[in-house]
């Protein structure tokens, strides 16, 4: 059975630095692997996925999230982090048609 | 474009009651699904609907959630005779036919019960 599993559930990071949230799946074959975000009170709404291909995917908001199948990871980056990025962040895999299987998600806290 | 659409937005009842949540996906989306999220959790997935054939009903955690769709469009999900422990917040998905579209998320009901 697949699984996601979100290694961190709270990350702060200062306004403008760097930030890697991480992700490890496990699947047989190459999931399909999505990123996900939350802000309070509204639905999830699509970062970027990977299905096949490069392995470095661009997103939106500035976000690349990096496919590595030796390490069985799919962690997300942003190379300067806003104010308005601080939300619940939620990894996801699939196999094509079936329900996503949700990371617990990662909670993440922007500092000035 | 209009995106998903779940109503209503909160929904607070009393113990023992049912109550029946609504979903109308992105038009053209043949595949819907619902998931539930407590607090502090993932999303949990719940049941799965794709085109005309039986939907997949393999993660109702109960028999007293049921889910309908007729063909194409609305969804509805029915909780029968409410726990507390229902109390979560329901998310529909809706996704295009083709094995690499994303899921489209609703905003979500957020389910209270009392």
């Known amino acids: 059975a697949q699984s996601v599993t979100q290694p961190d559930i709270h990350i702060t990071v200062s306004e403008g630095a760097s930030l890697e949230l991480r992700c490890n799946y496990s699947?047989?074959?190459?999931?399909?692997l999505f990123w996900y975000v939350q802000s309070p009170g509204q639905g999830l709404q699509l970062l970027l996925k990977?299905?096949?291909?490069?392995?470095l995917v661009q997103g939106i908001k500035g976000f690349e999230a990096e496919f590595k199948r030796s390490q069985s990871s799919f962690n997300l980056r942003k190379p300067s982090v806003h104010w308005s990025d601080a939300a619940e962040y939620f990894c996801a895999s699939s196999s094509g048609n079936t329900p996503l299987v949700f990371g617990k998600g990662t909670r993440l806290s922007v500092i000035a | 474009g209009a995106g998903v659409s779940q109503s209503p937005s909160n929904k607070v009842t009393e113990k023992g009651k049912d109550v029946e949540l609504r979903c109308d996906p992105i038009?053209?989306?043949?595949?819907l699904y619902w998931y539930r999220q407590r607090l502090g959790q993932g999303l949990e997935f719940l049941i799965y609907f794709q085109g005309n054939s039986a939907p997949d009903k393999s993660g109702l955690p109960s028999d007293r959630f049921s889910a309908e769709r007729t063909g194409e469009s609305v969804s509805t999900l029915t909780i029968q005779r409410t726990q507390q422990e229902d109390s979560a917040v329901y998310l529909c998905?809706?996704?295009?036919?083709?094995?690499?579209?994303?899921?489209?998320f609703g905003d979500g009901t957020r389910l209270s019960i009392l």
């Open positions: 998905a809706s996704r295009q036919t083709g094995a690499n579209q994303p899921q489209h």
């Open positions: 699947y047989g074959a190459t999931p399909y």
């Open positions: 990977y299905f096949s291909g490069d392995t």
């Open positions: 038009s053209g989306h043949t595949a």
